[in-house]
């Protein structure tokens, strides 16, 4: 069974700070990782998607990597503004004969205005 | 939203009864899930499907049985809906032409077992 863990849970940071969130998956046979943004009582909004062959994505003031070696994602966000205060979501695709999404529990961010 | 559509939105039902959730999607997607959402538990798999009548369990599958009778249509039903079945349910979508593609979520059913 994969196992997907995001630490810390919830991160509390004044705005302005720049950040990283942590993703950590056990699947050596990962096809993508995927991080979404989910806001209390709404649904899932993807962020972005990082294939396998690739090591990061970026989109505005995102920006996410990924080791395959290590086992390991980040989600970087610069300049942090309160309307970014929501929860983060990594997923990882395992193509691997499953088709399962596994997802992490998420980090709750709070950006202090 | 990526055409996805869950419906109902909302719900209430008592201890018992069946209770089916539909997501249909606009996309012509292969792939389609089932996740409910629990406070402390974050986002479990309870069935999927990779095609048409193409079907597989997730990790909490109990009390739940699931059907896909045409590409675009993707049914949940509880059985017989007990309280700990109360939860947020989400229905997922990735394509099939490319295993690096995106997951996109409808925006859930909230369902309550009273």
């Known amino acids: 069974k994969q196992e997907v863990t995001q630490i810390p849970a919830a991160l509390s940071v004044p705005e302005g700070e720049n950040l990283v969130l942590n993703c950590s998956f056990t699947d050596s046979a990962i096809y993508n ?6 806001d209390p009582g709404k649904g899932l909004t993807s962020l972005l998607l990082i294939q396998s062959s690739q090591r990061e994505q970026t989109s505005g003031r995102l920006n996410a990597s990924l080791d395959k070696s290590s086992g390991r994602s980040t989600l970087y966000i610069a300049a942090s503004q309160p309307g970014d205060s929501a929860t983060y ?9 499953s088709y399962q999404l596994t997802f992490g529990k998420g980090t709750k961010l709070s950006v202090i205005p | 939203d990526a055409g996805i559509t869950q419906s109902p939105r909302h719900k209430v039902t008592e201890t018992g009864t069946p209770v089916t959730l539909r997501c249909h999607q606009t996309e012509n997607h292969r792939y389609m899930y089932w996740y409910r959402q629990d406070p402390g538990h974050g986002l479990r798999l309870i ?8 079907t597989d369990k997730g990790e909490v599958s109990d009390g739940y049985s699931v059907s896909r009778s045409k590409t675009e249509d993707f049914l949940l039903t509880l059985e017989s809906a007990t309280s700990s079945q109360t ?28």
Request: proline fraction near 0%; aromatic fraction near 18%.
């Open chain 1, 33 to 38: 990782l995927q991080w979404f943004r989910q």
């Open chain 2, 87 to 114: 939860s947020v349910y989400f229905c997922a979508i990735s394509a099939s032409n490319n295993l690096n593609t995106e997951a996109f979520f409808g925006q859930g059913t909230r369902l309550t077992v009273v």
């Open chain 2, 47 to 54: 069935h999927y499907s990779y095609g048409v009548k193409d």
């Open chain 1, 89 to 97: 979501l990594c997923c990882e695709y395992s193509g691997a004969g």
